[in-house]
């Protein structure tokens, strides 16, 4: 037993304490992983809604990492195809990592560009919404960070608006939110745009009630509704706010409105 107790003394060159909780690699553990991610946040929603002759896309301006405020100005929606010569009829809005909107941005105003200058004529917008899912598409192992709606003047006159996933998946809607406040926004744009949950009064009874059928909001009412939408989600989620940007679409051109919303 005393042979058991008699360590010796200790080496003054040796540290009173283990390595076992520290990162440094050692045989036991093995060699130290390094991650890397190369998305990020930055906050902010956009959305879209189409009239019988217009499409109006609304974004807030706030940028945020977390609970910081990077700035208090900074666009998700973007003129696509306008070279100053012809104003242009469509519009990209992004929201997710700032940085792959950007770039997302840019491929595609080039590629509308060369378009307009191989074929001359501009390119419509169920080519471009075309060409921006294949574009999402080739970087679907390494997917832009962002939710993009796509909005437009069609063929006939009408407003058009596509939404997309990340990896190109996309359809044509009357209306669409994306970013941090969608669940907030989307069953609004239900409610009040798409008239789900709405009903003919005396059109029945209980489950027999006639359901309130879809038709082309004036565009009065449709601005209205974005403003209320994008109000009401200041009030609830941090990562929206500061300013609204507004696009409206017409076969005239885009005109923008900047709306201030609440700024904490």
């Not at 929603?45 to 609970?67: C, E, V």
């Not at 405020?69 to 666009?75: A, H």
């Not at 832009?144 to 796509?150: D, E, F, M, R, S």
């Not at 709405?198 to 403003?227: F, M, N, W």
């Amino acid at each position: 037993m005393a042979s058991l107790m008699n360590v010796g003394p200790i080496a003054s060159d040796q540290p009173s304490y283990s390595f076992a909780n520290t990162s440094a690699p050692n045989e036991a553990s093995g060699h130290r992983q390094h991650g890397f991610y190369p998305y990020t946040d930055n906050g902010g929603s956009t959305l879209g809604i189409t009239g019988k002759d217009f499409a109006i896309l609304a974004g807030d301006t706030r940028s945020t990492s977390g609970y910081s405020i990077n700035s208090r100005f900074v666009p998700k929606l973007f003129k696509i195809g306008d070279d100053g010569e012809q104003s242009s009829r469509i519009v990209l809005s992004v929201v997710g990592f700032a940085a792959d909107g950007n770039a997302l941005k840019e491929r595609l105003d080039a590629i509308v560009k060369i378009y307009k200058y191989q074929h001359g004529k501009p390119m419509s917008v169920k080519a471009c919404a075309q060409r921006l899912s294949t574009i999402l598409y080739q970087k679907r192992f390494f997917p832009y960070y962002v939710h993009a709606i796509l909005g437009g003047i069609d063929e006939d006159g009408q407003g058009a608006l596509y939404s997309y996933d990340p990896v190109g998946s996309y359809e044509r809607e009357q209306c669409r939110a994306a970013g941090a406040a969608a669940s907030l926004i989307m069953p609004f744009l239900d409610n009040q745009v798409n008239y789900k949950n709405q009903y003919i009064p005396g059109s029945g009874e209980g489950l027999a009630l006639a359901e309130k059928p879809k038709e082309s909001l004036p565009r009065d009412i449709v601005l209205g509704l974005v403003k209320d939408a994008f109000t009401s989600a200041t009030e609830r989620h941090i990562e929206v706010g500061d300013g609204l940007q507004i696009f409206i679409i017409t076969k005239e051109g885009i005109e923008e409105q900047i709306v201030p919303l609440k700024r904490d």
